[in-house]
């Protein structure tokens, strides 16, 4: 590769940052159980432990994005706890994401639910994991829902959409100035007749009601088969409204599969829609990239290095897109030598210059052998295990 070409590809990886998920190293599972891995995080520490070590051997995964309910079992008095796990690890808390799914109260919705007090406290929910974030200085607060019905008939929608205006209007008036609201959406499931965020315009939508600090969050697994991200992705950034990523991969639905694992051309193509906007308008664009998957039978550290690691190539690839020369392509409708530039940037292999990066940061050539031959996992296996071993589930 000449030398212009890994200059850009090391201008690239000197911006490009990916948020963990502390979920991502617990053990999690599907409707019908758990497997559980003897290795798991079993606490908030424990996460913040695994999530240093794979910014230790990556370089790019400087903040962990934090489930309230799951990270914060004390509310806001958990946060005096995180900031020692953060100063501990290496790693800084990321985007705060309330739980407004998991609880009884929550069985007919959270701001959807037609009974008031179930929607009040959903808001005092939300409230406490803005002053969270406020207190860990964490920009970005996620909102995803599971709200919606199974059956026709059983919900007003119209008016459902009316109670969630409403409530995130009131949650975006509880930020801070430098605080952001990131709406999640997502096609079905839990709620399969209807969801109430159900698609990037209604998410959209109740973010321009919210206030001018709401944006869209997308997740690469919330999609219809065959639709197209990197649409969505153009249209949201054409509005000013595209707030960050929930990256994952899927083959039939909201599998949550490693990034890059099913397709890793789309993923190729979001970053190549980014950049190439970046290029027309000469800025950069303000999106928050964060992982979010579930490893239920890779090992959870490997499995989010392999995500790292795929994420860095992918968006190295996407740099040696020439914008100048696609954009020339696309005003003449020359379709092959536009779809080239595309493909013959992805057929690049970008893996030795990013090795050269990483050697330029002092950083592991190989992160996934630099992690392997470190012990962590075989200490903290021994550490774990008899504490993961008494947290089986079962389906009924």
């Known amino acids: 590769m000449n030398a212009s070409r890994s200059d850009q590809i090391f201008a690239a990886l000197e911006t490009f940052r990916i948020e963990l998920p502390s979920w991502g190293f617990a053990n999690t599972g599907t409707r019908f159980g758990k497997f559980i891995q003897a290795a798991a995080a079993t606490s908030t520490e424990e996460k913040f432990s695994d999530a240093g070590q794979v910014h230790l051997v990556t370089g790019v995964c400087p903040t962990v994005a934090l489930h309230v309910l799951w990270d914060c079992p004390d509310g806001v008095q958990s946060t005096d706890d995180i900031k020692c796990f953060a100063s501990r690890y290496g790693v800084a808390p990321g985007s705060i994401n309330p739980n407004l799914f998991q609880d009884q109260e929550y069985k007919y919705g959270s701001f ?127 509005e000013d409204m595209l707030g960050g990523f929930h990256f994952n991969d899927r083959r039939y639905a909201d599998d949550d599969l490693t990034m890059g694992s099913i397709d890793p051309y789309q993923v190729f193509r979001i970053f190549n829609e980014i950049r190439f906007f970046e290029w027309e308008n000469g800025t950069q664009a303000d999106i928050a990239y964060m992982v979010d998957q579930s490893h239920n039978l890779k090992g959870k550290i490997e499995a989010m290095i392999q995500t790292v690691t795929m994420a860095q190539q992918l968006f190295a690839k996407a740099a040696l897109v020439d914008a100048k020369k696609l954009a020339a392509s696309q005003k003449k409708c020359e379709l092959v030598q536009a779809e080239s530039v595309l493909q013959d940037a992805f057929a690049t292999d970008v893996r030795p210059t990013i090795q050269e990066w990483r050697d330029s940061k002092g950083l592991p050539r190989d992160p996934m052998e630099a992690f392997r031959e470190s012990g962590y996992l075989e200490r903290i296996t021994k550490e774990r295990a008899a504490k993961n071993a008494h947290n089986v589930s079962s389906y009924a």
């Open 112 to 238: 959807g639910n037609p009974d008031e007090a179930v929607r009040k406290r959903a808001m005092r929910h939300t409230i406490d994991s803005i002053e969270i974030a406020r207190r860990l200085n964490s920009r970005d607060i996620s909102f995803w829902f599971a709200d919606g019905s199974n059956y026709p008939g059983t919900a007003n929608i119209r008016q459902r959409k009316h109670w969630f205006t409403d409530a995130l209007k009131e949650a975006h008036e509880q930020l801070s100035p430098d605080q952001r609201m990131l709406v999640e959406y997502k096609p079905f499931e839990p709620a399969f007749y209807h969801t109430d965020i159900a698609d990037w315009g209604m998410a959209l939508l109740l973010s321009r009601a919210a206030g001018p600090q709401a944006k869209v969050l997308v997740d690469t697994g919330h999609h219809y088969a065959s639709q197209n991200i990197e649409q969505i992705v153009a249209w949201l950034l054409s």
